[in-house]
Every structure is written in C-alpha cells, then in structure tokens.
T-cell receptor, first 114, second 111 residues
Framework: GAGVSQSPRYKVAKRGQDVALRCDPI?????LFWYQQALGQGPEFLTY????????KSGLPSDRFFAERPEGSVSTLKIQRTQQEDSAVYLCASSLVRGQETQYFGPGTRLLVL | QKEVEQNSGPLSVPEGAIASLNCTYS??????FFWYRQYSGKSPELIMF????GDKEDGRFTAQLNKASQYVSLLIRDSQPSDSATYLCAVNGGGSYIPTFGRGTSLIVHP
C-alpha cells in the first residue's frame, strides 16, 4: 500500500510568512509523529497524535508552531511568522497501533526561510 | 534530559568488511532500541529493532544490546557500497513511545 506522504516537498518562505505542512499517514495508522531534522543532526521530536488527540506537544519549539489532526488521519503542521532558525526538514512518521513503536517516515518537507 | 550519543564519523570501511556502529544512551529505563538508515536527502527507514539484551540477527545486520552498559550497536557484515548512508540510533524510554534519536553515524563503504 501507499506509504506516508508529505507536501509540499520543498518550501521557500520569506521571514515572517506563515507556512502549512501536510502529512498523509499510512491508512489505518493510529499514531502520528512530527519531527524536525536540522542538517547533520538526528530527528528531533515535535509532537505526537493518537487518532485526533494531540497527546504530546512538548517538542514544539515555540508558540509559533501548531499542529492538528482533526479527523484522525491527515495532519497539518503550521508555523507562524517563520524565522530563519525554522529552516530544516520536517518529517512525519506514523505507526499502526497505540504503543507500537515501529515508525514509518514520510519523505519530509524541506523548509528554507530567507 | 535523555541523551543518545553516536560518533558522527565518517566511518570508512572497505567493501566486504564488517562495519561496526555504536550508540550509548543515558536513560537507564530505556526499553526499545532502533536502528534507522538514512540516505542523503531521504527519510529514515527502519533496519532493526531490539528489546532484549544480547544479539539479534537479520541477514547481514546484527543488533547488539547491553543494558547494563547502556550500549547498543549495529554490525553490518559483507559491507556493500550501497550501505553507505547515515545510521541513526533511536531509543524509547520506559513507558514512552516517543523515541530520542542520536545524531547519526555516517558510513562510507569504498570499493
């Protein structure tokens, strides 16, 4: 079946712009994670959903970051008033059931803030 | 602060050799350990996971876990140039399904 998809794959934003990044998890996957990966670093956890419930948002770096998954499938990560330090690859991952830890990653969205 | 440490490398090995990648972690309560491979410009893909002390083998890959030493490793036998990638170690703390990733080790397998 189809894997995790993300759009857009690349995004260039001017500093101060708002951006929205979309994630389509594998159909039926309960858990959804967002990560931020800077160049040369491992993925850093941002937030976690179980179905439509956002159970953990402790990794969101500021209140400019907001994520939602209103119907328990597609998720959107929104960044308001983007800053240059927001430039990174944003990865989405999903896993099948609650507590199952094998995650399947999407291709990522590469965000460049100028 | 949970930490996962990896040598960033690069680790360079000749084709056909054994590549040994190492990872240490700080949370003694950690229960699940994962190795991901990430090609340049691509997303991580799971290679192996291990939960119990000892070795776990899957084809050319062997994961080794030593909880007493808080150490997990990945051995790649008969290394191929196509194995050249960054290898990420990820650790889940006890009761948590949110992994902490290391920064990854770059592996270069030269012909």
């Amino acid at each position: 079946g189809a894997g995790v998809s993300q759009s857009p794959r690349y995004k260039v934003a001017k500093r101060g712009q708002d951006v929205a990044l979309r994630c389509d998890p594998i159909s039926g996957h309960v858990s959804l994670f967002w990560y931020q990966q800077a160049l040369g670093q491992g993925p850093e956890f941002l937030t976690y959903f179980q179905n439509e419930a956002q159970l953990d948002k402790s990794g969101l770096p500021s209140d400019r970051f907001f994520a939602e998954r209103p119907e328990g499938s597609v998720s959107t990560l929104k960044i308001q008033r983007t800053q240059q330090e927001d430039s990174a690859v944003y990865l989405c991952a999903s896993s099948l059931v609650r507590g199952q830890e094998t995650q399947y990653f999407g291709p990522g969205t590469r965000l460049l803030v100028l | 602060q949970k930490e996962v440490e990896q040598n960033s490398g690069p680790l360079s090995v000749p084709e056909g050799a054994i590549a040994s990648l190492n990872c240490t972690y700080s949370d003694r309560g950690s229960q699940s350990f994962f190795w991901y491979r990430q090609y340049s410009g691509k997303s991580p893909e799971l290679i192996m996971f291990i939960y119990s002390n000892g070795d776990k083998e899957d084809g050319r890959f062997t994961a080794q876990l030593n909880k007493a030493s808080q150490y997990v490793s990945l051995l790649i036998r008969d290394s191929q140039p196509s194995d050249s990638a960054t290898y990420l170690c990820a650790v889940n703390g006890g009761g948590s399904y949110i992994p902490t990733f290391g920064r990854g080790t770059s592996l270069i397998v030269h012909p």
